[in-house]
């Protein structure tokens, strides 16, 4: 019992920030009320507020165990809000439309946010790690993890509902890896009601700050060989990204 009170903490604390922060710009809806509305895949609208909120819980409970990795959520939060911006007409998806597209000279928000996103998890996986190896798995790991599931938010939830399922299994283990899954789960359980009824969407913001939250926890958690595993799998998860975003939009 004991040992499972950080967890628990972790849980509790992000998810009443992730409320919080939901309703305290709902009140003030800086820029004004449409700039937070978007039509869903249905045509409905629904607001924008969940996903800055998850993430600066994110970023603040994780920062909290490890300043390093808290900036890296941080970080992709940052560059998910820009794609939600810049990016919001644009219809390109995944790795190759955007570096097709960078290879002919145009620079999209999605190119901006592989790079941002990427540096970022390799400056914090630096900080993580001793060794040189272990250094580029771990932010393979971090970056991975916010594209993955930002891949998977295609539909209602499901991004949201991949982060309780993905985090659920570090918690099992004790450590900052536990402590981190837990924030990120709690942020994202407080987001997922809204999400579900198609009322609120996390858009690119919280995807990428609720994924890198969770690679920096498999990283916190996991040696070399773990790593090596999580890491080839994200890899392979982001060459077969239509692939994954086509089975998660069957998912009911």
Not at 54 to 67: H, K, Y
């Amino acid at each position: 019992m004991i040992e499972r009170a950080p967890r628990t903490t972790a849980f509790g604390l992000s998810a009443a920030v992730t409320r919080a922060a939901v309703s305290a710009l709902r009140a003030k809806a800086p820029g004004g009320r449409d700039r937070w509305q978007r039509k869903n895949y249905a045509g409905r609208t629904v607001e924008l507020y969940a996903g800055p909120a998850s993430a600066v819980a994110a970023a603040l409970g994780t920062g909290r165990v490890s300043p390093a990795a808290g900036v890296a959520v941080a970080v992709a939060g940052v560059c998910g809000a820009y794609d939600d911006v810049a990016g919001a007409g644009d219809p390109r998806r995944g790795f190759r439309a955007h570096l097709s597209a960078l290879r002919d000279g145009e620079v999209t928000s999605g190119a901006v946010k592989l790079f941002g996103i990427s540096a970022a998890g390799l400056v914090a996986g630096a900080l993580l790690k001793e060794r040189p190896v272990d250094k580029l798995l771990a932010g393979v790991v971090i970056a991975g993890a916010a594209h993955f599931v930002n891949l998977v938010d295609v539909r209602p939830g499901r991004a949201a509902a991949a982060v309780l399922a993905l985090g659920a299994p570090g918690l099992l283990r004790a450590g900052a890896g536990a402590e981190i899954a837990a924030t990120a789960m709690g942020a994202a359980a407080a987001v997922l009601p809204d999400d579900l009824g198609e009322r609120a969407m996390i858009g690119d913001t919280g995807a990428h700050a609720l994924g890198a939250a969770l690679g920096a926890a498999v990283v916190a958690a996991n040696g070399r060989a773990g790593l090596v595993a999580h890491a080839a799998a994200l890899v392979a998860a982001a060459v077969y990204g239509d692939k994954v975003s086509e089975v998660a939009r069957g998912v009911e």
